[in-house]
């Protein structure tokens, strides 16, 4: 594990409890006992807790030979991702027709000048962090499944489907304190959290170099959150990714 991951990777996986504590804190730690949450939201909540957890064990295992306790829990993921894609596919169509809501009302009311065309376009750009991660996710935990019996991608993959958790988390922390000290918007507000994930990516890519691995799986991983920030950046604004957004949450 050592020689594939960076040093001491099941330490430095433990930044992920306060980050996502932190990043979350404003939206939904604060208001935990809110009634504006909806039972998806804490389902949901409870599920991603669960899978953090597990990004945190599992390498634990790995390091001490407890291998077979690492299978056991690596089976249990079976059954917990289906139930966090489904959770954050429904978390996501909640927000689509609670900003649609929003904005509609916005326009009826005369504080926005917008076609129906353009609300609709609006409201599928506001999902695409959502739905990009959700897809990204996806794809690097099936990735690290299907690998699971060469240790190399499979670790690869699955700390790519751990990094998920780092960008939307972060966002909101840098969104929160830039919002506090009332701060225009910049480069690092804007990109700061898709950065800090892609450096960590080129840093392990660099560090598995070093120790002469292939590094098919790393590029394929930073090839992933790449296109996830083209896209999040360049077309969330499209024609194209609106029909995207519809599609994929069948409007």
Not at 116 to 123: A, T
Not at 183 to 189: A, G, K, S, V, W
């Given at each position: 594990?050592?020689?594939?991951?960076?040093?001491?990777?099941?330490?430095?996986?433990?930044?992920?409890?306060?980050?996502?504590?932190?990043?979350?804190?404003?939206?939904?730690?604060?208001?935990?006992?809110?009634?504006?949450?909806?039972?998806?939201?804490?389902?949901?909540?409870?599920?991603?807790?669960?899978?953090?957890?597990?990004?945190?064990?599992?390498?634990?295992?790995?390091?001490?030979?407890?291998?077979?306790?690492?299978?056991?829990?690596?089976?249990?993921?079976?059954g917990l991702m289906p139930l966090i894609v489904i959770?954050?596919?429904?978390?996501?169509?909640?927000?689509?027709?609670?900003?649609?809501?929003?904005?509609?009302?916005?326009?009826?009311?005369?504080?926005?000048?917008?076609?129906?065309?353009?609300?609709?376009?609006?409201?599928?750009?506001?999902?695409?962090?959502?739905?990009?991660?959700?897809?990204?996710?996806?794809?690097?935990y099936v990735l690290a499944i299907v690998h699971r019996?060469?240790?190399?991608?499979?670790?690869?993959?699955?700390?790519?489907?751990?990094?998920?958790?780092?960008?939307?988390?972060?966002d909101r922390l840098i969104g929160f304190w830039s919002?506090?000290?009332?701060?225009?918007?910049?480069?690092?507000?804007?990109?700061?959290?898709?950065?800090?994930?892609?450096?960590?990516?080129?840093?392990?890519?660099?560090?598995?170099?070093?120790?002469?691995?292939?590094?098919?799986?790393?590029?394929?991983?930073?090839?992933?959150?790449?296109?996830?920030?083209?896209?999040?950046?360049?077309?969330?604004?499209?024609?194209?990714?609106?029909?995207?957004?519809?599609?994929?949450?069948?409007?």
């Amino acid at each position: 594990m050592k020689k594939i991951l960076f040093p001491h990777i099941e330490k430095w996986l433990l930044l992920l409890v306060p980050l996502v504590v932190l990043g979350f804190y404003p939206s939904y730690w604060s208001k935990l006992l809110s009634v504006d949450k909806t039972a998806i939201q804490h389902v949901h909540a409870f599920l991603m807790c669960l899978w953090v957890i597990m990004s945190l064990v599992q390498p634990y295992l790995i390091l001490k030979k407890k291998i077979q306790a690492h299978k056991i829990i690596g089976k249990i993921s079976y059954g917990l991702m289906p139930l966090i894609v489904i959770s954050g596919y429904l978390l996501i169509q909640a927000r689509y027709e609670r900003v649609l809501f929003r904005v509609q009302d916005r326009v009826a009311t005369g504080e926005l000048q917008l076609t129906p065309e353009e609300v609709l376009g609006r409201v599928a750009s506001s999902q695409t962090i959502g739905i990009l991660f959700l897809l990204l996710l996806i794809i690097c935990y099936v990735l690290a499944i299907v690998h699971r019996k060469k240790i190399l991608p499979h670790a690869t993959y699955m700390l790519g489907a751990i990094f998920t958790s780092i960008d939307p988390a972060l966002d909101r922390l840098i969104g929160f304190w830039s919002n506090a000290y009332e701060l225009e918007p910049n480069f690092f507000i804007t990109y700061g959290s898709q950065l800090f994930a892609m450096v960590l990516l080129l840093a392990l890519a660099i560090y598995q170099r070093s120790k002469q691995l292939s590094l098919k799986p790393v590029l394929v991983v930073i090839g992933l959150y790449a296109i996830v920030f083209l896209i999040n950046n360049n077309a969330s604004e499209t024609a194209v990714w609106r029909g995207f957004v519809e599609l994929f949450l069948f409007r």
